[in-house]
């Protein structure tokens, strides 16, 4: 038998204490009914507060009284599984009834679930920069296809150096021609990453290096004899691998890029100017402190991200 509200008329839900259409009190007798006739709501919304669910065109929760569709505060929270607007204080987002105690609880484990964990490349339109974010534990350098860096050029070895993250080394593969640092004549074996301000690949691609807290950040600024590479190399892929920074990081670290031209910045000072870019557990924390952007997450379509990038796979 259906219970209706006395103010209202509208149907009250079982075991409900408001009506979800005008929140009056409903009648006491509805407790002694069955508890599994709430699962059986088609499409519901959920209270932020107490999370159970309710018809998809109710008003208000019918177990704790709070109004559904009362506008977020200034501090909204954003549902990042659905991305819809949530109050501050709301403990489940009220469209999808993702818990979001559970989100921040777990932080990177539900953003693997959906697929956001691992390698990233952010891409800046307005300069055509790409930042390639790699969280591997040995990043491989080449001209074979299945390196992490690939460098095109007949002088450069299939396998022709790799940095080991754990052991904080770069190390030269038995290269043909070599690998150098710091413009010595010297080839190396190995060497401590903390001591790179610039290696060279095969006596033809310089790369510069910059050094931020944890995080190793590299990016090929030269080639020596572009004349023989256009003769025999794809100068095209070369010019293309120009505009990366490639940043390896070292467990957690946080990068600062600047907004006006792209470039990875150390100087943390200026905060309110650049981009930051956080790693926490191999995922990536976005903020802007000029339009009030705190450690986002970063996701395949977040809304946060300036208009200029693109989030890359």
Known sequence: MSILCDQCGMEI????NFCSYCGADAPRKTVVLNDEQVKKIKNPVYCPTCKKPAPKDALYCAFCGLYLYQ????????????????????????SCGLSFSDWFSMKGVVAENLGYKGNIILRESMNDISYHFICDNTINIGRNKENNIVVPGPWVSGQHCKFDINKRLLIDLSSKNGTYVNR?????????????????????????????KNAFVFRLTAILNKEECTKIGNMQVL????????IILFGDA????????????????????????????????FSDLSRKINEHLILKEHKNIPVNWEVKK
């Open 71 to 94: 506008l977020p505060e200034k501090n909204a929270l954003f549902c990042p599984k659905c991305k819809e607007k949530n109050n501050i204080n709301a403990k489940i987002c009220t």
């Open 184 to 212: 010595n004549s010297r080839k190396i074996k190995s060497i401590e990453l903390n001591q790179i301000f610039e290696f060279n690949i095969a006596g033809f691609f310089t790369f510069t290096v910059l050094q931020i």
């Open 13 to 16: 839900l079982p075991l409900a």
């Open 239 to 246: 010019d293309e691998l120009r505009n990366h920074f490639y």
């Open 254 to 285: 946080e990068l600062h890029i600047r907004k006006i031209d792209g470039i990875i910045d150390k100087q943390h000072d200026i905060l309110q100017e650049a981009y930051q870019i956080k790693t926490l557990n191999n995922f990536y924390y």
